[in-house]
Structures are given as C-alpha cells and as structure tokens.
C-alpha cells in the first residue's frame, strides 16, 4: 500500500455510523463521545470529505459515508475475525501439518496418536496435493512425495519406498498361478494406477513385464484407472484386480489378511517421501521433536 490506514478512525467511523451517534460508539469503544467525534473528524479530513451529518444529537451518513461504510464494516469484520482465529491458535498452541492423500491415510494417521501424545499442541491436519503455500495458508509442515515444489524449504527423508504387486486372497485364488509370476492374470484385471497429475515416471505394469512376457498394453487393456494411489489400493483389497502400490502403504492390509503380496519383486519408486518446513522453524523444539518422530525406522513386511 502507498499509504497507512487511519485504522482507529474507520473503526470510530464503524461504530459511530452502526450506533447512530458519537455517544453509544464511545461506550462500545470505552472511549468518550469526545474521542469518538475527533476521530471521525481525522477521517473527514483524511478523505476531504465529510462523512456524516449532524443534526443536534443526531447523526446521519452522507453520501460520501454510504459509499465507504459496507467496505470498511466488511473490513474490520474480517480482521476481528483474523484476529480471533489467530489468538485461538495461539491460546491452543496448534501445528498445522499438511499431508499428501496417501501419506495421511496409510502413513500418517498409523502414527498420530503416539506422536501427539507426547507433544503440548493440538494438530490440525489438512489432506491436500501439492503445491502448497506455506505462506499463505499457515501450514508448519508439509509431509510429501518428491520435494520438488519447496527446493528453498529444509527437507528432512521419512521414507523410500519401493512398488509391489497386491490383491486380495480371494482373487489370486482365481487368477493367480504357483509360480508367482502375475502371467495367468488376464489383462484386464492389472488395476493402472496414474499416480496423481503431477508423476509420469512412477512404475507401471510395462515396467514389470519384460514385454516377450506380456506384449499387451497393459494400461490400455486394464478394466480400472485410478488417478490415486490410495482408490488403487482400495480396489485392490475389494477383489477387483491386481494393483502395483508403494510396499509401506500396505502393511495393514497384509497383516489383517486384506490382502497379499504375491510376488518379492519390487520396482524402485522415482522420488522418496519427505518432510517440509521453512527453515526458520527448523530449529525450533517442537518441530526438532515432530521431525525425530518422524524420522525413518526400518520395517519389515511378509505375508501372513
């Protein structure tokens, strides 16, 4: 902005054209009737226009302060309640972590409760793709795949990950084979998963098959695409097809029975997942400690 706001006199001027009169605006405000009328004065002279006009007692908006008073009523209405909304995060003591669909699903939310119990804040979870604005939106934390939007934040590693083959017990059962190879597996039965919108370099079933083994198009022939790893996985455990999903996200699901691993051969995955903050908040204690709680441990996972 070129210049400062006389904020104290649009909020006299509020107050004093909602009132209708000097005297109940200085109540509301704990200042005198006197204060009031000064300020609105300050205002007048800050627009070279006169805002109201007064009749004994009585005042009443000009046209000038028709003209200005929805605006600036609309306007410190939205600052109280920017204030408000700050205080009570302040008063709560709230983390803003924004998290990746399939990271807060599988990931995330297997690890809250022992996360936050250790912690003095309330978290607010927010499930939304990238990218974010850390600026803009109040985020503390970003959890993600590849870090390519936020090359000037700090980046600390959760997790590598690798691609594997999983359906439900009941549909190898159909269609599998002993030789857990996935040829038996009719075509259109390979669930495609795109990755989300920003990823085509993620492995897919071509990359799986050397092509002498399956020549189809598998993603052409494939009954199902998924735009999200997460429906990909749950079309998986509901017996619709075989899907190539991130091995971590799975761990659940294969203990509970919900499905299984048919193959150990895994696909790298392009990027890894990784924890996001502005460096300025690096240092602080509760992000050092939300960090380390988040920091990779190595697990293992087989069939039941």
């Known amino acids: 902005m ?3 706001l006389p904020l104290n006199a649009l909020r006299s001027f509020e ?3 909602r009132c209708g009169g000097f005297v109940q605006a200085g109540k509301e405000l704990g200042v005198s ?3 009031v009328s000064l300020q609105v004065k300050n ?4 627009y070279s226009k006169e805002l109201f006009l007064r009749r004994g007692n009585k005042i009443f ?4 302060g028709e003209t ?3 605006d600036v009523a609309s306007a410190l209405e939205q600052l109280s309640h920017a204030s408000e909304k700050l205080q009570r995060r302040r008063m709560r003591g709230q983390f803003v972590i924004s998290v990746l669909p399939i990271l807060s699903e599988f990931w995330l939310l297997p690890r809250l409760a022992q996360i936050s119990a250790s912690l003095d804040v309330s978290l607010d979870i927010r499930v939304e793709n990238d990218p974010i604005d850390f600026e803009q939106s109040g985020v503390d934390l970003r959890l993600t795949y590849d870090s390519r939007y936020y090359k000037e934040y700090f980046r600390s590693e959760i997790l590598t990950d ?3 083959p999983t359906c439900s017990h009941a549909f190898w059962q159909r269609h599998g084979n002993s030789d857990a190879t996935l040829n038996a597996v009719p075509a259109q039965y390979f669930l495609h998963n795109r990755w989300g919108p920003a990823y085509a370099s993620e492995p897919n079933w071509e990359d799986w098959f050397r092509p002498p083994e399956r020549p189809e198009d598998l993603s052409e022939a494939s009954r199902y695409s998924f735009s999200d790893t997460t429906l990909v996985i749950s079309a998986a455990r509901r017996g619709l097809g075989v899907a190539l999903a991130p091995r971590s996200f799975l761990k659940e699901d294969v203990e509970a029975g919900r499905l299984i691993l048919p193959s150990e051969i ?3 995955m392009t990027y890894t997942y990784a924890a996001i903050c502005p460096h300025a908040k690096r240092q602080t204690k509760l992000m050092k400690k939300i960090l380390a709680a988040f920091e990779p441990k190595p697990e293992k996972l087989d069939n039941p």
């Open 61 to 64: 908006l000009t046209d000038a």
């Open 162 to 164: 690798v691609a594997v």
């Open 68 to 70: 200005i008073y929805p």
């Open 43 to 46: 205002l007048e002279a800050y």
């Open 2 to 4: 070129a210049e400062h």
């Open 33 to 35: 009737s006197a204060a």
């Open 266 to 268: 895994t696909l790298p």
């Open 15 to 17: 107050c004093a054209a």
